[in-house]
């Protein structure tokens, strides 16, 4: 799996969501290899959305549609400013990855020097579902250099904040600290799911 991740500042929510609709509507039919995407905004206007392909060749075809290129127009335009967009190669489903059922999202951005260390430790299913059973899956998506990008699907907000306040089992804790240390944490409230 390849998954691209997209953020930038958006204060035209309505009408980015608009477009992503059009772009589910009318060009996702053509987009080989498209698996769907999690989306949603900040509370400080930063627009994420993280979209899954079978392949990087699927998605770098996708990009190179014409049809891609000028909805990518459209969206340039309701940005308040340019995108960043990371590509990752290294992609590890957590509990299935994430769920379309979800009703809060946490996108968690952070690097690391040793990404074997963090894939060790959340491929420990079953301690962290009997930790956290707020978690209905996530993804993970590792850069080249280290830089991680963890998308969190929740039950609810509540169950989540609820869970965030308990200690985690002393079997996780140093390498919940290692790779938290620098991260930071997108929080989607109100997140929006496709899926091809």
């Keep these: 799996m390849f998954i691209q991740i997209i953020q930038g500042m958006c204060t035209r929510q309505d009408d980015l969501h608009a477009l992503a609709d059009e772009w589910r509507r009318d060009i996702s039919p053509g987009a080989t290899g498209w698996l769907g995407g999690t989306y949603g905004f900040t509370d400080d206007d930063l627009f994420v959305g993280v979209v899954r392909f079978e392949s990087r060749e699927a998605a770098m075809a996708n990009s190179e549609r014409p049809e891609q290129g000028a909805w990518s127009e459209k969206l340039a335009a309701v940005m308040d400013g340019p995108m960043e967009f990371h590509d990752c190669d290294d992609v590890t489903l957590l509990m299935g990855g994430g769920s379309d059922q979800a009703g809060f ?11 074997a260390r963090l894939k060790a430790m959340l491929a420990d299913t079953d301690s962290i579902h009997e930790a956290r059973p707020d978690i209905l899956g996530a993804t993970l998506a590792i850069e080249a250099d280290g830089t991680f990008t963890e998308t969190v699907a929740f039950t609810t907000e509540e169950a989540a904040r609820a ?17 938290m240390a620098n991260a930071t944490f997108y929080d989607l409230h109100h997140p929006w799911f496709e899926s091809a």
């Excluded at 965030?164 to 790779?179: G, I, L």
């Design 163 to 179: 869970a965030e306040t308990m200690d985690a089992p002393e079997s996780m804790r140093a390498d919940m600290d290692y790779a």
């Design 105 to 115: 999202v946490q996108v968690i951005r952070g690097k690391v020097d040793d990404p």
